[in-house]
C-alpha cells in the first residue's frame, strides 16, 4: 500500500525559508517521478516541482528560483526547500507519486498534505 506523509509545514515570515519532507512506503521510492503539489484556499491544486527517477527537475514558473526539490533515495524521503517565501505561497502542499520514471504531472498517489502559512 503506498504511503506518503508530508512534514515540515508550518508558520513562517514573508522572505523566510522552510522545508518540507515527504516519507514513501509500501513502492520501490527510486523507480518513481515525485512532484509537490499546493493548494490554496477557493484555488485549484497547482504542480510546484517534480523530480523523475533520473534525478530530471520540472519545476512550476511560479516557485521558479526559490524552491527546489530533492530526494533521497536510501530514505525514500522527498524534500521541498523553499526560499523568500511569499505570502502567495501559503497553501496546503501536497506530494505526489507519478505513475512511472520519467517526468510527468500526471500523479496517481497522494499524501494527505502540510498547510504551509507565509505572513508579512
Known amino acids: 500500500q503506498v504511503q506518503l506523509v508530508e512534514s515540515g509545514g508550518g508558520l513562517v515570515q514573508a522572505g523566510g525559508s522552510l522545508k518540507l519532507s515527504c516519507t514513501a512506503s509500501?513502492?520501490?521510492?527510486?523507480?518513481?517521478?515525485m512532484a509537490w503539489f499546493r493548494q490554496a484556499p477557493g484555488k485549484e491544486r497547482e504542480f510546484v516541482q517534480g523530480i523523475s527517477a533520473h534525478f530530471n527537475l520540472d519545476t512550476g514558473e511560479s516557485v521558479k528560483g526559490r524552491f527546489t526539490i530533492s530526494r533521497d533515495n536510501d530514505k525514500s524521503t522527498l524534500y521541498l526547500q523553499m526560499n523568500n517565501l511569499k505570502p502567495e505561497d501559503t497553501a496546503v502542499y501536497y506530494c505526489?507519486?507519478?505513475?512511472?520514471?520519467?517526468?510527468?504531472?500526471?500523479?496517481?498517489?497522494w499524501g494527505h498534505g502540510t498547510q504551509v502559512t507565509v505572513f508579512s
Open positions: 509500501g513502492f520501490p521510492f527510486s523507480r518513481y517521478t
Open positions: 505526489a507519486r507519478a505513475r512511472g520514471w520519467a517526468v510527468s504531472r500526471e500523479m496517481t498517489d
